[in-house]
């Protein structure tokens, strides 16, 4: 770009106009300003709506994991995402978990925190105690903001004080605990932290600074778990392959990042379909991985007496069926609506079983045949669409790459301009 990117009012130029004023400042072509603007499955103008200075929008694939068993119900689970190898390794691993009756799991109910800081509090303690005897008013209060959430037997349930030391000496922190209900609950907490915050000031003397949700959502877990069948699994070696993998991760941060990243795959995939924040849902994972010192996996993996392997799956899981993106993008009502589930506590307990088969499924490849051979056969294809090859051309470049195993562009390219000359 060879312009400034300050534009003053850019976000009050017709959409059109953003996108014709981004084509002239960065060169992009017609096609590609075009290409843009198909918002797949979302009208323009909903667009336009969720976010500012809207231009267009992305797609990402949407795929469907087949056999999945949760809680003796069937579903069809939409995933969306670009990496290769995940749907089928989720569909794959629910397959397994079928035989010995799929998925169970739980939760602890849709409970999210709102946090007020109170600084400059001339005696912290006094101050904590202070709160919690007026816990009833300041619940009253937070309640007011939302009957509806309230008349549906949500709202906030709890008052939690804390007197967290800092680098700027001691601070009150006093957390309301609320029941959101099907909401993911960002704009419900954050609405009652804010409304009750002159109230805390008043029984603190102390000042509020923030008054935000936190989305380390340790009151609202999902705990999943599945055993499989050691035939399937691939035989002893194989289970035993994978409890070494797991002892891995807990013994290693390295490896740690990687087999979470698994868990994340598949919960992320499910949310991003099903019109979620997936990046609270990343911070939700994460900071519970590392609540308790070091950091953890979110899955146990261990063999039992007959010698199948049994996961399990502990981690919040924030979603909503109310409110936001899964409201009002008709592709994520779609997704929902394939997925069949009435509550976000279902929602939610999907997805802990969607992390759960995927790590299964990550586990098992790197316990046993490594993960790149499926994964190649697909990045082939990638790369042979990449170097111009179309319709039939497409795997036949992508077969000739995985029998040579050189999945490079170079020779893509050299394999297409070949067969082209015939
Ligand atoms: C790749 O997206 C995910 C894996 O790296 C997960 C793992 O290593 O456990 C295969």
Redesign the pocket.
């Known amino acids: 770009m060879k312009e400034s990117s300050e534009i003053p009012g850019f976000y009050k130029l017709p959409l059109e106009e953003r996108m014709k004023l981004v084509q002239r400042l960065t060169g992009i072509t017609e096609e590609e300003a075009k290409t843009l603007s198909s918002t797949g499955g979302l009208p323009i103008e909903t667009a336009d709506r969720m976010i500012e200075n809207v231009v267009g929008g992305i797609t990402v694939p949407l795929g469907i994991a087949v056999n999945f068993l949760i809680n003796g119900k069937d579903y069809l689970v939409p995933m969306a995402l670009e990496?290769p190898s995940?749907v089928a390794a989720a569909s794959n691993a629910a397959k397994m978990a079928r035989m010995k009756g799929g998925f169970k799991v739980t939760n602890t109910g849709p409970m999210m925190i709102g946090q007020i800081q109170v600084v400059g509090v001339p005696d912290p303690n006094g101050a904590k105690m202070k709160l919690l005897n007026h816990r009833e008013a300041i619940l009253a209060k937070a309640n007011e903001q939302d009957p509806m959430l309230v008349s549906l037997g949500g709202g906030a349930k709890d008052v939690n004080v804390r007197v967290v030391s800092s680098i700027r000496g001691p601070m009150v922190i006093a957390e309301l605990i609320v029941n959101t209900g099907d909401a993911m609950g960002a704009n419900a907490v954050n609405t009652m932290a804010e409304a009750v915050a002159p109230m805390v000031e008043q029984f603190t003397k102390g000042r509020v600074l923030l008054r935000i949700i936190s989305n380390l959502a340790d009151r609202r877990l999902v705990r999943a778990s599945a055993v499989f069948d050691k035939d399937a699994v691939g035989g002893e070696e194989v289970v035993d392959g994978i409890v070494y993998a797991y002892a891995f991760a807990k013994a290693d941060p390295y490896r740690c990042a990687?087999?979470n990243?698994?868990v994340m795959?598949g919960v992320v995939a499910v949310g991003i379909a099903c019109g979620q924040d997936t990046r609270a849902l990343e911070a939700g994972a994460h900071s519970f991985a590392a609540k308790r010192g070091g950091y953890s996996p979110l899955t146990t993996w261990e063999e039992n007496a007959d010698g199948d392997l049994v996961g399990t799956l502990e981690m919040p899981m924030a979603v909503g069926l109310v409110g936001g993106a899964s409201k009002v993008h008709p592709a994520a009502r779609a997704a929902i609506r394939i997925l069949g589930v009435k509550t976000a506590t279902e929602l939610a307990e999907v997805m802990g079983a969607v992390g759960l088969a995927q790590?299964f499924a990550?586990?098992r490849?790197?316990a046993s045949e490594g993960?790149q051979r499926g994964h190649m056969k697909l990045h082939a294809r990638n790369i042979a669409s990449s170097v111009g090859a179309t319709g039939k051309m497409v795997d036949i470049v992508a077969q000739r790459l995985v029998a040579e195993r050189k999945i490079r562009m170079d020779r893509a390219k050299e394999i297409l301009e070949e067969l082209q000359k015939k």
Do not use: P, Y
Request: no cysteine.
């Open positions: 990496e995940v990687t087999h990243k698994g795959n790590n990550a586990l490849a790197l993960i």
